[in-house]
RNA sequence: GUGGCCUUAGUGUAGUGGUUAGCACAAGAGUUUGUGGAACUCUUAGCGGGAGUUCGAAUCUCCUAGGUCACCCCA
């Protein structure tokens, strides 16, 4: 019967089907190694959260909550969202659950999806997964190197290639309000020059002129004062640090001083990892005082974020190789019922045995499961009729020249293991 | 939120006002009865949805929903 689908799914989100499966899981191995090496524990936090903890952690004037977020009320009147990222989330579960009376520094993974209401194009879900590294309590620059290490550890074992890490700081509460002061001076005395949404962002965020990448605005921006030359010495030597641990640790970087990013919770350190395209594969930085913020004590902290989609596209078009798993190199043929059977209870001994076997029980002519181990590409099938039930044993058919031979069932998983070996 | 392009079986496509809507791959059944990879036969399966124009729409118009790409923003 023809029936057209009455449902489809929700606009920006998408299906993870069992060949996508792999990347996922890909990733998810890679990433759970190197958190388990560094010493990261793994954390989830509910994918609903009180909406103010994204407004209060993330910005209001940012465009994230501003006009992305999922919001819902729920029957007993809470106002919650759907989180747009980790960070919040986890810094909220790391207060509440008394984290910080724990060995520090603290240090928390995470892997999973992550709702935006935006319009969909290349690389951007509706719903999308990130895995990201967030260490608390330990300002000392040499972790936000690691995280930048760590980060560029993963990508790497993914195979990925071309990668490139732009840094660049932004300063603390100390530098970055002069800084912003007479960032805005100098916009403001050329805002007839600046485009429309620069001269918006002069009055929200002029941090973010900065990255602005319409062509009237470039040669403003290279004249704009850096944020580089207006550190406080703190946050200098600090910087200075950073870049002086990445040198050791040969990670390959270039400053980047319009390096601003889109959430307001940064200080100092922000840094963003490409490849090929426009799209950052991975961003994040020093967040010393969102803790505070969201209503902990005073924590410094740092982290970073990675979207598993667009490292899946990437490992896609670059081709990119990794380890299978094991694929099932016997199948089980059976003919007739009582075959069928003894079929079903020597499947359950295989699996026992921890040997990977394939069957097709519910087609019942030899032909067919013949077919069927082949379009599997099992090396041995095992024929189990009739006449091999009845005198309890089995046939050994090697795929790969037919040559067949005739097993006591009971022997058929020690003679499959020695196969299996050769 | 703005704009461009796109939507025909599971997938990839042909078809520009009248066709039984064609092809390839995939899937399923079979080709004399218990043996796969080839070939052959058959089967399943489609114009995203709605309205309009017209004697007649996959084809033209509008709306809508998705997809896709760019801006914006971000992972």
Redesign the pocket.
């Known amino acids: 019967?023809?029936r057209?689908p009455k449902f489809?799914?929700?606009?920006?989100?998408h299906d993870i089907l069992p060949e996508e499966q792999k990347y996922y899981q890909r990733i998810y191995d890679v990433v759970s190694n190197i958190a388990d090496f560094y010493g990261f524990g793994k954390i989830d936090t509910p994918v609903v959260e009180e909406i103010e903890l994204f407004s209060k952690g993330i910005g209001l004037a940012?465009?994230?909550v501003k006009k992305?977020m999922y919001s819902l009320r729920t029957r007993g009147g809470d106002l919650l969202g759907l989180r747009p990222?980790w960070t919040a989330p986890v810094v909220r579960a790391y207060i509440e659950n008394g984290m910080q009376n724990l060995p520090q520094p603290l240090k928390l993974w995470y892997f999973g999806p992550c709702y935006?209401y935006?319009?969909?194009?290349?690389?951007?879900?509706r719903q999308?997964w990130?895995f990201g590294f967030e260490v608390f309590g330990e300002q000392n620059s040499v972790i936000d190197a690691q995280i930048i290490q760590i980060f560029y550890n993963i990508l790497q074992d993914l195979k990925l290639k071309n990668l490139t890490i732009e840094v660049n700081s932004i300063g603390d509460n100390n530098c970055r309000p002069y800084y912003k002061k007479l960032l805005t001076n100098y916009f403001r005395n050329r805002e007839s020059s600046l485009c429309v949404?620069c001269k918006k962002?002069l009055k929200e965020n002029v941090l973010?002129i900065l990255?602005?990448?319409?062509e009237k605005c470039q040669p403003i921006k290279a004249e704009a004062p850096q944020t580089l030359d207006h550190l406080c010495d703190e946050c200098h030597s600090h910087f200075k640090e950073v870049l002086e641990f990445l040198d050791e640790i040969e990670i390959p970087y270039s400053l980047n001083p319009y390096l601003v990013?889109?959430?307001d919770y940064y200080t100092k350190t922000v840094f963003?990892v490409f490849a090929e395209?426009?799209?950052?594969?991975?961003?994040g930085g020093r967040y010393d005082k969102l803790v505070k913020v969201l209503g902990g004590k005073e924590t410094p902290a740092c982290g970073a974020?990675?979207?598993i989609?667009?490292i899946i596209s990437l490992m896609k078009s670059q081709e990119v190789k990794f380890p299978k798993e094991q694929e099932t190199q016997i199948f089980l043929a059976q003919?007739g019922s009582l075959a069928k059977r003894k079929s079903l209870k020597l499947l359950g001994d295989f699996r026992k045995a921890k040997i990977m076997v394939a069957e097709s029980f519910g087609?019942d002519?030899?032909?067919?499961q013949?077919?069927?181990?082949?379009?599997i590409k099992a090396r041995y099938t095992l024929?189990l009729?009739?006449?091999?039930a009845l005198e309890n044993v089995v046939?050994i058919?090697d795929?790969?020249?037919?040559k067949?031979e005739i097993v006591k069932i009971d022997k058929v998983i020690g003679e499959m293991r020695k196969k299996l070996k050769k």
Not at 277 to 283: K, P
Not at 370 to 375: F, G, H
């Open positions: 019967m023809a057209k489809q799914r929700a606009k920006g989100m940012t465009d994230i992305q990222e935006r935006e319009r969909p194009q290349s690389g951007r879900y999308f990130q949404s962002r973010r990255d602005c990448k319409e990013r889109g959430l963003e395209g426009n799209n950052a594969l991975a961003g974020a990675a979207g989609e667009r003919l087609r002519s030899l032909k067919a013949l077919n069927r181990a082949d379009k024929i009729g009739q006449k091999e046939i058919r795929m790969s020249n037919g067949q």
